[in-house]
């Protein structure tokens, strides 16, 4: 089984046979071309992993054609051969791209070994490539679920700014996936390959929080015997999350405040300033101005928050998801559950629906966990539900049936539903006037765009 493959491409006959004689012998598979237009077709269709070009052929010029050929596939490695060497091009080579240039019969010594090393150099950067990948898949954008109008805007939002440095606010209800999105917007930028360190400011008392961030010297208090990197040096080069950024006190506020001014910050116990490289993003599910106006946190730290602000909307804005959603967790579990649960019933999907979610895609996940664990059978139904929800579904149903407001606003959420979300069609079928539909709407907190979502079980 060859060991890599290379392509030649000479325009000289000679010289292409001698080096396939040559590498053939140690274990490589040679591909050859006369021509910059042959090459581009077999680099098209085989996996070249080194390519050894002249410079001078008869439709143009390998230095150049390197710098092309590097462009469209990164972990190519080139050796650029030339009759006649000089300082100019071989500089150029190199700054295109080249792992090396050398001249034709002075340097033949050399060309074994430089393959090899060429070889190994491209073997790593596929290696590097195909990491890059599994990571992106993993927690890119990809994994962000949903096709409403609502996910797909935010989605969007969070792509164009996740290349840039540029310091981001997360917006939304606990549960909606605010640290899911922080980790794609991490792998789908330049710092990915770097450090993605996430710290809920809720989970730790105000006393240590200061510590875990910044890090202390020895001596610094008691228990602190020696030296501790906080996790804004941790994350130096990459990402620092910073969820529910709005439990933090007031004093470590100005220090944070500090990091996002300066690239600098103290460590508790030191007077030296350690200087960091870290892009900061920061989640809450408070209204950080009503904070401000409060005293509670600081305007200043808001305003270098709130540089670029993405509001993740909750699952009740978002009810065409739900299906989505329930489905790839249904999938998900299933395959961990003693027995396989293949599908949801409509009654199932219906409470899903109908459900408010207040824990959002979070208390979705754990329902469909649990269901699954429960269910009896491979479909899911409303028996699969826990107990504590079939009851409050049941309580809601049984007492509110007679309450005249109950039966309103199910009239008004069945005529949205058959009209599709369409308000003006609504309105005409319930015979009131549209300014009215807006009012009960707004009344009964209800949203009409979402109630066309239909669900299909698998078969």
Not at 157 to 173: R, Y
Not at 310 to 326: F, G, Q
Not at 410 to 416: E, K, P
Request: one cysteine or more; glycine letters at 6%.
């Amino acid at each position: 089984m060859p060991i890599g493959n290379i392509l030649v491409v000479e325009d000289d006959s000679k010289i292409r046979s001698l080096l396939k004689r040559i590498f053939s012998l140690e274990g490589y598979s040679l591909f050859e071309s006369s021509d910059i237009k042959s090459a581009i077709r077999i680099l098209k269709k085989e996996s070249i992993d080194v390519i050894i070009c002249d410079v001078m052929l008869p439709d143009g010029n390998g230095i150049q054609f390197t710098k092309e050929a590097k462009a469209r596939q990164n972990n190519l490695e080139f050796i650029v051969l030339t009759a006649h060497g000089n300082i100019s091009d071989g500089v150029e080579a190199m700054r295109n791209g080249a792992f090396d240039y050398i001249t034709k019969g002075d340097d033949n010594y050399k060309l074994i070994p430089l393959v090899n090393h060429a070889m190994e150099k491209s073997r790593l950067q596929s290696k590097v490539l195909e990491l890059e990948k599994q990571v992106v898949s993993n927690y890119g954008f990809e994994k962000i679920i949903g096709k409403s109008p609502q996910i797909r805007d935010t989605t969007e939002l969070a792509q164009k700014v996740a290349p840039l440095d540029t310091t981001v606010l997360l917006l939304g209800e606990t549960g909606t996936g605010k640290e899911l999105f922080a980790r794609a917007i991490h792998v789908s930028g330049k710092r990915f390959l770097n450090a993605f360190v996430a710290l809920n400011c809720s989970a730790i008392s105000k006393s240590l929080l200061e510590s875990e961030i910044f890090g202390h010297k020895a001596g610094a208090f008691t228990g602190a015997f020696k030296d501790k990197k906080g996790l804004v040096e941790e994350a130096d080069g990459g990402t620092l999350f910073l969820d529910e950024i709005g439990e933090m006190n007031i004093e470590l506020q100005a220090k944070l405040l500090r990091v996002l001014e300066t690239n600098e910050f103290i460590k508790v116990g030191d007077t030296k300033s350690v200087k960091v490289d870290v892009r900061i993003i920061a989640a809450t599910n408070r209204n950080l101005e009503e904070e401000v106006r409060r005293g509670r946190f600081r305007k200043d730290l808001f305003y270098r928050l709130n540089v670029f602000t993405i509001y993740i909307p909750s699952l009740r804005e978002r009810k065409k998801d739900i299906p989505l959603l329930a489905d790839y967790f249904l999938n998900l579990f299933s395959r961990k559950a003693a027995h396989p649960v293949e599908s949801m019933s409509k009654d199932f999907m219906k409470f899903l629906l109908q459900w408010d979610w207040k824990g959002n895609v979070r208390e979705l996940k754990n329902v469909i966990e649990r269901a699954v664990i429960l269910a009896s059978s491979s479909e899911l139904t409303v028996d699969s539900l826990p107990i504590e929800l079939q009851k409050m579904n049941s309580k809601s149903t049984t007492l509110s049936s007679f309450n005249l407001t109950s039966v309103e606003k199910s009239h008004i959420q069945n005529v949205l539903r058959h009209a599709k979300g369409n308000k003006v069609e609504a309105a005409k079928l319930l015979n009131i006037g549209l300014t009215t539909l807006y009012r009960k709407i707004e009344e009964y907190d209800l949203n009409p765009n979402f109630f066309d979502v239909e669900y299909v079980p698998k078969k």
